[in-house]
């Protein structure tokens, strides 16, 4: 519900999931469908295993329609037939197995869209991530240094 009531503010609110199952878990079947099917851009990177999921996604990307083309000929002379044909674009095993450094987008209005990523380290603003990252991350707490203590004397040997 927040989701949606911020999105109609327009205020744009992100939820990165590593899988259908964590945001099952974070807020139930039902809540993370609505969120799925509200999103206007939703990103798939690869690496899930969830049959099902990677079922409705290979739905939601669709098929591919194209023309077949075929000549015959003989002694009358020659044919040609044309036959539109469909292709499932990507099935479940395909989706499974997206190679690193692609993705597939679905943004409201548009045909799915298979992208290749570009990480931050590798990108024109590897210099200035690094910076922010060297600026702005905790620093770990320095170790306090040990102080010599006086030596223990044990009783028993020194009498």
């Known amino acids: 519900d927040q989701f949606s009531h911020y999105g109609s503010k ?13 945001g099952v878990e974070l807020w139930g079947e039902a809540n993370m469908r609505k969120i799925w099917s509200a999103a206007n851009v939703k990103v798939y990177g690869g690496g899930v ?12 990307i669709g098929d ?20 539109e044909s469909k292709e499932r674009i990507f099935d479940v095993s395909n989706l499974a197995e997206l190679d690193r450094g692609r993705a ?10 298979l992208v290749r990523t570009m990480p931050w380290y590798s990108g024109p603003h590897k210099e200035a991530v690094e910076a922010s ?8 707490e320095e170790e306090p240094v040990p102080v010599a203590a006086a030596p223990v004397v044990n009783p028993w040997v020194t009498g």
């Open 64 to 83: 591919y329609s194209y023309i077949n083309v075929s000549v015959s000929s003989g002694k009358s002379g020659s044919s040609r037939s044309r036959q």
């Open 133 to 140: 990252i060297k600026k702005y991350s905790p620093q770990p």
């Open 49 to 60: 295993a969830e049959e099902g999921f990677l079922r409705a996604l290979s739905d939601l």
């Open 10 to 22: 327009g205020l744009i609110v992100m939820g990165i999931l590593q899988s259908w199952s964590q």
């Open 104 to 113: 597939v987008i679905l943004a409201s209005g548009a045909p799915a869209t």
